[in-house]
C-alpha cells in the first residue's frame, strides 16, 4: 500500500512540474551534446553545388556580423517575441554600467522569494554584486535578478524604467522590458534582431564579455564559497563559441544567444522559440556552421573605390554649376568604418554597385554637401548606402566675376557679334 502510495505522490509531482507556468531552470532537458556537435559539424548547407539556408525549429533566428551589424541570416528577425533569460543580458549591462560591482549587498525576502532558475539565495545573504552577476548569468539566478534590480532600481519597476531607457538609446524600438529576469509577461518582448544588436553593444563591455565567457566560476555568500556552472551548453564544446546567454520558459520556449569567432569572421546568433532545448542547440549550430562553411569577407570598400572613380572619369566634366565661378566640381565617397563585410560565396559574383547623382547644380555649393549616393547590394536584401559629397566650396559668382569676364573676353565677344 504504501508503495502505491509513493508511485502516485510522484506522479501528481511530475504532473504539477510538467503544467508549471514557469520553469524550475534554463538547463533542466539534459543530452548528449557533444553527439550533436558531431553531427552537424560537417554540414554545409549545400545542396547539388548550390547553397541553401538550413532548416530550423526555432521560429524566430538571426545571425549578425559583429563588425557591421549585418544581417547575415533571419528567419522572423523582426517579429516580437519572449525572450525569457536572454532577457538577463539587459539587466548585466545596467549593473556593469551604473554600480559599484564590488559592493557587497543584503538579500531581500522578494529576491529571495523568486521562483524559477535559481542562484539559491536566502533572505538576509550577504553577496558582492559582482557575484550576483557570475549567478546571473552563469546558472541563470531570478533571484540574482531581483537582488540586483532592487539594489540599481529600488525596485523592479523602477529598474525596468533603466532597461527600456537603455533600449531607446540604443535604437530598440521593438523592446520592452517588465522584468530584470524574463519570466513570462506580455508586455516583456524583444525581436530576435534587435536582441541580436543589445548583445553586440553588451560585448563590447570586457567585464560583461568575461562573465558570459566564463565555464565554471565560485561566488561567495556570506564568506562560503558555491560552485556555478555555466548552463550554456555550446560553451567549451564548439569551435569559436565565447558566450552569452540561455533561456527558457512555458511563453517563449527554449531560447540561445551565442557568440563565435573564428579567424576573422566574429558572429552573434540567436535562436527564440525552439520547441526543446535540443532544436535550439541544433538550430544554433546549424546557423554558425551555415556562415562559416559558406561566407567569405570581403572588402567592399576597396570595390566601392574602384567603381566611384570609373564613374567620376566618365560623368565629372557633364556637370554643370549655374553661376558657379568654376564648373570644375571635387566629388569624395564616404568611408566605411568597417569596410570588410561576411559575403555568402554565391552572392560575391553578384555585388551591384549603382551612383544616383544629377548633373545639374546652382551655385553656390559648399564642402562636404551631400550630393548623391552610391547603393550597393547583393542577395536579395542586403543593401548598404555610401554618400556622395562635395569636398570643396564653389561660389557664386558676383557681378565682379562678371565684369571681368566681360573685359577679359571683350575683343572675342566683339568679333562674334560683328
Known amino acids: 500500500m504504501k508503495k502505491n502510495l509513493f508511485i502516485i505522490f510522484y506522479i501528481f509531482i511530475f504532473i504539477i512540474i510538467q503544467l508549471s507556468p514557469i520553469s524550475l531552470c534554463d538547463d533542466e532537458e539534459e543530452f548528449e551534446i557533444i553527439d550533436i556537435v558531431t553531427e552537424l559539424t560537417s554540414s554545409n548547407c549545400i545542396v547539388e553545388d548550390k547553397i541553401v539556408e538550413p532548416e530550423t525549429n526555432s521560429r524566430a533566428c538571426i545571425v549578425i556580423d559583429r563588425k557591421t551589424n549585418t544581417i547575415l541570416y533571419g528567419k522572423n528577425e523582426n517579429k516580437q517575441r519572449k525572450m525569457a533569460s536572454t532577457t538577463k543580458i539587459m539587466t548585466a549591462t545596467i549593473i556593469i554600467e551604473n554600480c559599484n560591482l564590488e559592493e557587497t549587498i543584503e538579500v531581500s525576502k522578494k529576491a529571495a522569494g523568486t521562483g524559477g ?72 518582448y524583444t525581436t530576435a534582431y534587435e536582441l541580436a544588436i543589445l548583445t553586440n553593444y553588451a560585448l563590447q563591455n570586457k567585464i560583461f564579455s568575461q562573465i558570459v565567457g566564463t565555464k565554471n566560476y565560485t561566488v561567495t555568500i556570506n564568506g562560503y564559497p558555491k560552485n556555478l556552472s555555466n548552463t550554456n551548453e555550446l560553451l567549451g564544446t564548439f569551435d569559436g563559441v565565447y558566450g552569452v546567454k540561455t533561456g527558457f520558459t512555458n511563453g517563449a520556449n527554449r531560447c540561445l544567444v551565442t557568440a563565435c569567432k573564428r579567424n576573422d569572421m566574429d558572429i552573434i546568433c540567436v535562436v527564440l522559440g525552439a520547441d526543446t532545448k535540443k532544436f535550439r542547440t541544433q538550430d544554433s549550430i546549424k546557423l554558425i556552421n551555415y556562415i562559416f562553411n559558406n561566407f567569405k569577407p570581403v572588402n567592399i ?118
Not at 534590480?149 to 529600488?154: F, I, L, Q, R, V
Not at 565629372?316 to 565617397?333: A, C
Open 117 to 188: 532558475s535559481r542562484l539559491g539565495l536566502k533572505t538576509g545573504d550577504k553577496i558582492t554584486i559582482r557575484d550576483l552577476l557570475y549567478g546571473l548569468m552563469l546558472c541563470s539566478g531570478n533571484d540574482a535578478a531581483v537582488a540586483l534590480a532592487e539594489h540599481a532600481g529600488k525596485d523592479i519597476k523602477g529598474f525596468s524604467e533603466l532597461m527600456n531607457q537603455k533600449a531607446s538609446d540604443l535604437g530598440l524600438t521593438n523592446t520592452h522590458f517588465e522584468t530584470p529576469h524574463g519570466l513570462d509577461s506580455d508586455e516583456h
Open 301 to 418: 570598400q576597396g570595390l566601392i573605390d574602384i567603381e566611384f572613380e570609373k564613374w567620376k572619369n566618365e560623368n565629372v566634366k557633364s556637370f554643370i554649376i549655374n553661376k558657379g565661378i568654376t564648373q570644375n566640381i571635387d566629388l569624395e565617397i564616404g568611408n566605411m568604418s568597417n569596410p570588410v563585410i561576411p559575403i555568402r560565396k554565391d552572392f560575391i559574383d553578384l555585388i551591384d554597385i549603382s551612383i544616383t547623382c544629377p548633373k545639374y547644380f546652382e551655385a553656390p555649393i559648399y564642402d562636404n554637401t551631400e550630393i548623391g549616393k552610391l547603393i550597393i547590394s547583393w542577395g536579395n536584401s542586403n543593401i548598404l548606402e555610401n554618400k556622395i559629397f562635395v569636398s570643396s566650396t564653389i561660389k557664386k559668382k558676383s557681378i565682379y566675376s562678371y565684369l571681368s569676364y566681360f573685359l577679359k573676353n571683350f575683343n572675342t565677344l566683339l568679333q562674334e557679334n560683328l
